[in-house]
């Protein structure tokens, strides 16, 4: 194990571009352990930038990042690998493999048990998020949006990881289902000791789910706290962000 | 000292990561205590996914019980919430932490279903089941491919009573990417084999003092039969592919269903196009391959044979009548048009994922070329039957 440290993300100056674009410029942020923490920002402002150089997806211009005490870096892919999971805004199954076996492919690769038991725990994981033994049989071309959610979940909890990164999880859910993912999301967090990071625009996860909010703006966090606080904030975005009709009306 | 530890310790971590936490987490252990009333579990160490391989054999090896006691796991996980749920059977559950209540009642309100077995099957009745399903596809495929036919001659007289829905900036586009990009590999490979079937002329003529034959022999197979067959076989492989990649994958990204909702046909906006510009590419790159290969030919001739070019030009126009000619360019539409239906209907057979893609290529090259050289039989029975 890793010494217990405070943070279990720990993102240092962090700089990302394209070009002569600055999307993230200087930023620092932790996400502490066992916490949940949504991210908001414009579209396009650079959240999608962020949480992709946080899951290694996108190189650095400087700074650092810390997952779990491991650096971002070539050695620590693995690692990090097995005790993080992330979910992708379009699910990112692997179209070829059943949803069964895009659940058993990482758990084959990581864990041991024979292949009988991870079959088993693999459709248990399946439904808890919801989907039955029939659905694990379908390809991924076969399943409704709300399905490969649902999947692509189960298969970022795959490994049971010790940090979930998130990107719009509840988008192109219904609100029930949104509320069964945020119930389980908590039930996780709770038992497993379980750190959330995620991007979401879904002011009622917002509200009910997250323990501190950060919100992006220009490629820096702009503001960082317990919701209710990160509303008082006074910066134009924000205001537009939580006084609009929209945002009242869930928040009311 | 600590550091050596320390980069050895990371080293170790990077290539045996399970191993060393293993060493570091307890190993999960079930106790047996007899007890009045039945067999009592109790459960203790790390309930977690790195310990698969333990928590397995204490499932398969644990006897039913009257009670499960959790109080001394350390560490859960939903791979041990699994365990757990399976060693319960009709067991009390006790010990239940405060932390870990919810994830075992979540798991323990699964339905649980078991994975479905696989069924014996019969190798013989399998082999008749695909023999027959390769039959009802290969019908299906003549069926596609007449209704793909009839689909693009619509979009033609469609177009031809309505010029404007001759998309030429598209067409000529494709005709640059499969016709005029295409030239110079297309003229190296005819050139190597009209060099090549000439030198192979050359030194069996030879036996039988036959060698001015070798000019009628390059000559009438390149300009009938050869020229057309490995333009076509080229045109397949690399512009028959790739339309069969593009419209698949616009297939895959609902691009011709938005196509389709604006009220547009995507026979007419994408797959006349390109089906007019191979018609147009295939002739003028067999012409082309033509005139290489008897270059090649040529060559051969010369430095092979000692054929000075002048001779080996004269003994072309003698051999060359204008029916070979005329058979060859004939042939060369009718193989631009199965080439394009075969893509146009392979590309829009593509479904979801990824591997459909690769199959309706691959089979977009392998039944286009297969039905190419089936055309090419037929023209030589109709040929025949002409007198050319």
Known sequence: MTPLDESAIRIETLTVGFGAKIVIDDLSLDVRRNEILGLIGASGGGKSVLLRAVLGLLPARAGRIEILGHVRGPGSAREIGRRCGALFQQGALFSSLTVLENLEFPMREYLGGSDAFRREVAIAKLEMVGLSAEDARKFPAELSGGMVKRAALARALALDPEVLLLDEPTSGLDPIAAGDFDDLIRTLRRTLGLTVFMVTHDLDSLNSLCDRVAALYGGKIVAIGPLAEVRGVDHPWIRAYFRGARGRAALA | ?388
């Open chain 2, 1 to 388: 000292m600590r550091q050596v530890v320390g980069a050895a310790l990371r080293i170790c971590y990077r290539d045996c990561g399970p191993i060393r936490r293993r060493a570091l987490t307890s190993e999960p252990t079930l106790a047996r205590i007899a007890a009045d009333g039945g067999l009592r579990l109790k459960a203790s160490g790390a309930w977690i996914a790195d310990h698969a391989d333990a928590l397995e054999a204490l499932i398969v090896a644990a006897p039913a019980s009257v009670a499960l006691d959790v109080a001394g796991v350390e560490r859960l996980d939903t791979f041990g919430a699994y365990a757990i749920a399976r060693l319960k059977g009709q067991a009390e559950l006790t010990g239940v932490s405060e932390r870990q209540r919810g994830l075992l009642e979540a798991v323990a309100r699964l339905p649980h279903a078991a994975p479905a077995g696989v069924k014996p099957r019969n190798r013989l009745a399998d082999a008749l089941e695909s023999l027959g399903r390769a039959l009802s596809a290969a019908g299906a495929d003549a069926v596609d491919f007449a209704a793909m036919l009839g689909r693009v001659s619509l979009a033609f007289l469609h177009a031809l009573r309505h010029p404007q829905a001759f998309r030429l900036r598209s067409i000529v586009h494709h005709l640059d990417r499969v016709g005029v990009q295409a030239v110079p590999i297309m003229a190296m490979m005819t050139f190597l084999v009209g060099a090549i079937i000439a030198q192979q002329g050359f030194f069996h003529f030879r036996k039988f003092g036959a060698e001015d034959y070798v000019v009628d022999l390059v000559a009438v197979l390149i300009l009938r039969e050869i020229g057309v067959l490995l333009v076509t076989i080229m045109a397949a492989g690399r512009s028959g592919s790739a339309y069969t990649a593009e419209i698949g994958s616009m297939k895959m990204r609902e691009e011709i269903d938005a196509l389709s909702t604006m009220g547009f046909d995507p026979a007419e906006f994408l797959i006349l196009p390109r089906v007019l510009a191979l018609v147009v590419a295939v002739p003028a790159l067999t012409f082309i391959g033509a005139v290489s290969a008897l270059a090649g030919g040529g060559v051969v001739a010369w430095l092979y044979a000692g054929m000075s070019p002048p001779i080996y030009i004269e003994r072309l126009s003698e051999a060359v009548s204008m029916t070979s000619f005329e058979v060859g360019m004939i042939k060369a539409p009718f193989m631009a048009l199965v080439v394009g239906i075969v893509a146009a209907v392979e590309g829009l057979k593509v479904e979801g994922s990824t591997e459909s893609l690769g199959a309706r290529t691959t089979s977009s090259v392998v039944k286009s070329i297969f039905l190419a050289i089936v055309l090419d039989g037929v023209f030589a029975i109709f040929f025949a039957a002409v007198g050319m």
